[in-house]
Nanobody
C-alpha cells in the first residue's frame, strides 16, 4: 500500500515549536519531490514549503521564512517540517504531498495551482493559541 502518514500536530502556544513528520509507506521518498501544504477554514490551500529531490532546493512561502525548515531523512524515509516561533495565523490542517519529480524548481511546484501531486497524507491539525 502506497501512502503518506503525517504526525506531530497539536496545540501549542504562540512562540512555541512543533515538528511535523511525513512518513512514506510503499515507496521511496528519495525519488520524489515533497510539499507541505496547509488549509485553514474558509481559506484556500496554501503551499507552505517544498523540497526537490536531486538538488535539494527548497521553497518557503514568505509568511514562514526564517521560522520553518523542511528536511529529508532518507534512512527513515521521512520528511519533516520544523516549525518554530509559531503564530496564531499558522493554525491550519497541514498536509504533506509527494510527486515523482519533474524538471522544475521547488518554488514552481509549491505555488502551482494545477500540479497533480501523486500522494497526499491525511492531514494533521496544528493549532496555535494562548
Amino acid at each position: 500500500q502506497l501512502q503518506l502518514v503525517e504526525s506531530g500536530g497539536g496545540l501549542v502556544q504562540p512562540g512555541g515549536s512543533l515538528r511535523l513528520s511525513c512518513a512514506a509507506s510503499g515507496f521511496t521518498l528519495g525519488y520524489y519531490a515533497i510539499g507541505w501544504f496547509r488549509q485553514a477554514p474558509g481559506k484556500e490551500r496554501e503551499g507552505v514549503s517544498c523540497i526537490s529531490r536531486s538538488d535539494g532546493s527548497t521553497y518557503y512561502v514568505d509568511s514562514v521564512k526564517g521560522r520553518f525548515t523542511i528536511s529529508r531523512d532518507n534512512y527513515k524515509n521521512t520528511v519533516y517540517l520544523q516549525m518554530n516561533s509559531l503564530k496564531p495565523e499558522d493554525t491550519a490542517v497541514y498536509y504533506c504531498a509527494a510527486k515523482l519529480e519533474y524538471i522544475t524548481t521547488a518554488q514552481a511546484m509549491c505555488v502551482s495551482s494545477s500540479l497533480q501531486w501523486d500522494y497526499w497524507g491525511q492531514g494533521t491539525q496544528v493549532t496555535v493559541s494562548s
